[in-house]
């Protein structure tokens, strides 16, 4: 079993849609918990962290499901600029970071 | 804002020849990481640092070494480098469990 699982997608939505994206991982030692954007051919970049109590930026909520193993990502009402690959990463300790293999979000007109 | 900065976008190199990538950041973090990343495997760990002069393997070491003689900085070495390293090679770097913060990659092409 992968340390870090997503559905690799692509999910497509028309503008205006609400997507979720789920991601499961392996290790329940896992401290801390992130979703990354990754633009086409750029690095990844931080979108938001994840806490136990789930937390919102705007269009974005992540929540933190512990007892499930899983973490989700909301956007509501999706805009074409959102189209990217969202990247779930997992801090197992150790000092490191595992990442998932991202789902792609396609946004269109 | 913190900084992390690769030495290279893009690299063509020759099988066999030694590669270094190198790896700066000014955020005085104490961990770096080397990243390869192939369409549909997502990111795997080469190797990672917690300290100068400490190093440890990640998922997928052989082939690379790497050096960490200054705290800000890691380098990635190629020993000898063959097609199948051909691919988008990042670095990152992170403090004690907050998120890490990437360099902008090197895209490698070794003929």
């Known amino acids: ?109 | 804002d913190v900084k992390v900065t690769q030495s290279s976008r893009y690299l063509v190199k020759r099988t066999g020849e030694k590669v270094f990538l190198e790896c700066v950041q000014d955020m005085d973090h104490e961990n770096m990481f080397w990243y390869r990343q192939d369409p549909g495997l997502g990111l795997r760990l080469i190797y990672f640092s917690y300290d100068v002069k400490m190093k440890e393997k990640g998922d997928i070491p052989e082939g690379y070494s790497v050096s960490r003689e200054k705290k800000e900085r890691f380098s990635l070495i190629l020993e000898s480098a063959s097609t199948n390293q051909t691919s988008m090679y990042l670095c990152a770097s992170m403090s004690q469990n907050t998120e890490a913060f990437f360099g902008q990659g090197t895209r490698l092409t070794v003929v």
Do not use: H
């Open chain 1, 1 to 109: 079993r992968k340390e870090v699982e997503q559905d690799p997608g692509p999910f497509n939505v028309p503008e205006g849609a609400t997507v979720a994206f789920n991601c499961t991982y392996s290790n329940s030692a896992s401290q801390s918990f992130f979703w990354y954007r990754q633009d086409c051919r750029k690095e990844p970049k931080l979108l938001m962290s994840v806490y136990s109590s789930g937390n919102e930026d705007g269009r974005f909520t992540a929540q933190l499901n512990r007892a499930s193993q899983y973490i989700s990502l909301l956007i509501r009402d999706s805009k074409l600029s959102d189209s990217a690959t969202y990247l779930c990463v997992v801090n197992p300790g150790f000092q490191k970071l595992v990442f998932g293999t991202g789902t792609r979000l396609l946004v269109s007109p």
